[in-house]
C-alpha cells in the first residue's frame, strides 16, 4: 500500500514538473513587433516591411513594424529594452545605433553591445560615389586626379554630420589624401536633389535614391564604396585596391534585448534566412540596391564589429566628438 502510494506521489510530481513544458505553445504564439529608428521610407523600413510580410505567411501570426524616429535610435531602443525579453519585440536597424551612436551622443541610457541581442543580419545595401554631369570625371579615379588638382574646391554632400556617408568620406579622404568640402544634408531627401540643382559636386547615398536618375543622365555614378563589384550593381566598378578591405554599406539587421531565449533567436534568424534567400525576395531587393544576407546571429554580430570598428576610425579622422 505504501509502495503504491509513493508510486502514485511521484508520478504526481513527475505530471506536475512536465506539464508546462507540454503547456508551452509553439513560438511565435502571438504578433511580432518590429520597431524602425527611422521615418517610413527609408531603407530599414522598407525592407522590414517586405520581409515582415512574408514572414506573417510562414509563421501563421501578424508581424507589426512600428516606426520611432529620432535620438539617433535611443527611443526604439528603449521601447524595446522596456519590453519583455520574450522574442515579441525587436528593433530592425541599420548598424548607425551600434556603431555611430555612441560615438555622437554623450549619456547614452544603454550599451548597445551589452544589452541588445544580435538576431539575424538581414540584408546590406552599398554605398556609391556620384558626381553632378557638370564634373569633367568619367571615372574613379578621374575624380580622385580632379580632386588633387583642385584641392578644397571639390563639394560632396552627405545625410548629415556623423552618418555613415560622412564617414565613409573622412575614410576616403585619409586613405586617398583627398581634399573636398564635406556638405551635409538632412538625409538623402534633401543631399540628392541638392546634386540635381548643382549645390555639390558629388554624392555619397545607396542605389535606391539615384538609381533613376542615373539612367536619365542626371548623375553619374562612378563606383560603389568597396573593393569588389556589388551583384545589385555589377556594371558599377568598385573602389578597388586604393582602399584594401574598405566596404561602406549599410549593414542591416535584426536586434532583441539581452536575455532573448536562444531558442527563439535561432527560430527567427532561421525563417528570416529563409525568407531573404527566396528567389522573388532577392528580385525584390535587388531593385532597390540591396544586397539579402540572410546571415546568423554570429554573422551578424562579426558585421557590427567590423563595421564598428571602421566607424570608430572614421570618427577620430573627422574628430567627431560626441554631445
Known amino acids: 500500500m ?3 502510494m509513493r508510486k502514485m506521489a511521484v508520478a504526481a510530481l513527475f505530471a506536475a514538473a512536465t506539464a508546462p513544458a507540454y503547456a508551452q505553445p509553439a513560438y511565435p504564439s502571438q504578433p511580432v513587433r518590429f520597431i524602425v529608428p527611422y521615418a517610413p521610407g527609408g531603407l530599414p523600413d522598407v525592407v522590414i516591411r517586405q520581409v515582415s510580410a512574408r514572414l506573417s505567411e510562414r509563421l501563421g501570426q501578424g508581424m507589426v513594424v512600428e516606426n520611432r524616429p529620432g535620438a539617433g535610435g535611443v527611443s526604439a531602443a528603449q521601447t524595446m529594452l522596456s519590453s519583455p525579453a520574450d522574442g515579441y519585440t525587436y528593433v530592425f536597424s541599420d548598424a548607425a545605433m551600434v556603431s555611430i551612436s555612441p560615438l555622437v551622443m554623450k549619456n547614452m541610457p544603454y550599451d548597445p553591445r551589452k544589452d541588445f541581442v544580435p538576431v539575424s543580419y ?3 545595401a552599398p554605398n556609391f560615389i556620384a558626381v553632378h554631369p557638370s564634373v569633367p570625371a568619367n571615372t574613379f579615379a578621374e575624380f580622385v586626379a580632379l580632386v588633387k588638382a583642385k584641392p578644397g574646391k571639390i563639394t560632396c554632400g552627405s545625410s548629415g554630420i556623423g552618418s555613415l556617408h560622412h564617414l565613409t568620406l573622412e575614410l576616403m579622404k585619409s586613405s586617398l589624401g583627398l581634399d573636398v568640402v564635406h556638405v551635409p544634408f538632412r538625409g538623402s531627401g534633401q543631399s540628392v536633389p541638392a546634386m540635381l540643382g548643382g549645390q555639390v559636386d558629388c554624392l555619397l547615398a545607396s542605389l535606391a535614391p539615384i538609381a533613376g536618375i542615373a539612367s536619365t543622365g542626371r548623375v553619374r555614378i562612378l563606383a560603389v564604396a568597396g573593393t569588389q563589384p556589388t551583384a545589385v550593381a555589377p556594371e558599377i566598378p568598385a573602389i ?16 532583441g534585448r539581452r536575455g532573448l531565449p536562444d531558442d527563439v533567436v535561432h527560430k527567427m534568424s532561421s525563417e528570416i534566412a529563409a525568407v531573404v534567400k527566396e528567389p522573388e525576395m532577392q528580385k525584390a531587393m535587388a531593385k532597390l540596391g540591396i544586397e539579402p544576407v540572410g546571415g546568423s546571429p554570429e554573422q551578424y554580430r562579426e558585421a557590427l564589429r567590423v563595421d564598428g570598428e571602421q566607424m570608430a576610425q572614421a570618427a577620430r579622422i573627422g574628430n567627431l566628438k560626441a554631445e
Not at 240 to 255: C, D, I, R, T
Open 240 to 255: 578597388g585596391e586604393a582602399m584594401k578591405g574598405f566596404n561602406s554599406a549599410f549593414v542591416l539587421g535584426v536586434l
Open 122 to 124: 538581414t540584408a546590406r
Open 2 to 4: 505504501r509502495t503504491t
